[in-house]
């Protein structure tokens, strides 16, 4: 049972250019998320997912994308990176929003 | 939308001491309630969460938390703190009809021997 996984660990991007962090999970969870984590800012939610074909925005979508085509996976997706996104990116996954989340170990993303 | 305040952004204790971490929050709606913690370079992982029920709530690692109404607050303790604590903290509360979470912005805790 590998959980929640998350590639890739570390990734540079060029202002302007596109990007899709990836996101799985092998415990059949229906809800998976992501969030951005800043110093300062704790963590927000950016898009979520009540399961497959269904995806909702967070507190802070505008410049991502995500799509829910299978229960394993949740990709986000940076159309056109700006400096404003380098961020550490976290998946989470669980049965339900109330239950517990389980996080993945984070993308960190620096944008140039 | 809902909001959780974290009063102190770091916090700093000796080896054996009293933990007390402060979280209030705002909701139109009974709440549901939870502590994370982050380990360096980590994910998030469950503490303990208040959904119904007992106010007084035991989670792992030792720690607890008190569900106040009428202050408003749900508050983490530790009787006897350890090296193995250190780590950020962050409280969260249920949001958009319990379909979402709002976390705080963290407290720091870091511990002296």
């Known amino acids: 049972n590998a959980g929640v996984t998350q590639t890739p660990k570390f990734q540079v991007l060029k202002t302007g250019q596109s990007m899709t962090l990836q996101c799985a999970q092998d415990?059949?969870?229906?809800?998976m998320s992501w969030y951005r984590q800043d110093p300062g800012m704790g963590l927000r939610l950016i898009h979520y997912?009540?399961?497959?074909?269904?995806?909702d925005q967070g507190e802070v979508p505008n410049g991502y994308n995500v799509s829910r085509s299978t229960t394993e996976d949740f990709p986000l997706r940076l159309l056109s990176a700006a400096p404003s996104q380098t961020s550490v990116y976290f998946c989470?996954?669980?049965?339900?929003?109330?239950?517990?989340?389980?996080f993945g170990p984070g993308t960190r993303l620096l944008v140039l | 939308a809902q909001s959780v305040t974290q009063l102190g952004s770091h916090v700093s204790v000796s080896e054996g001491a009293l933990v007390l971490l402060r979280c209030n929050y705002s909701?139109?709606?009974?709440?549901?309630l939870f502590w994370y913690v982050q380990y360096p370079n980590q994910g998030l992982q469950l503490l303990l969460k208040?959904?119904?029920?007992?106010?007084l709530v035991k989670g792992i690692n030792g720690f607890e938390a008190e569900f106040k109404k009428s202050e408003t607050s749900f508050h983490l303790t530790k009787p006897s703190a350890h090296m193995s604590d250190a780590a950020e903290y962050f409280c969260?509360?249920?949001?958009?009809?319990?379909?979402?979470?709002?976390f705080g912005k963290g407290t720091m805790l870091l511990v002296s021997p």
């Open positions: 989470a996954s669980g049965t339900g929003m109330m239950e517990t989340q389980y």
């Open positions: 415990m059949n969870h229906e809800y």
């Open positions: 997912s009540v399961g497959a074909g269904i995806t």
């Open positions: 909701s139109s709606v009974p709440p549901y």
């Open positions: 208040y959904t119904t029920g007992a106010t």
């Open positions: 969260a509360v249920s949001d958009r009809g319990y379909s979402t979470l709002t």
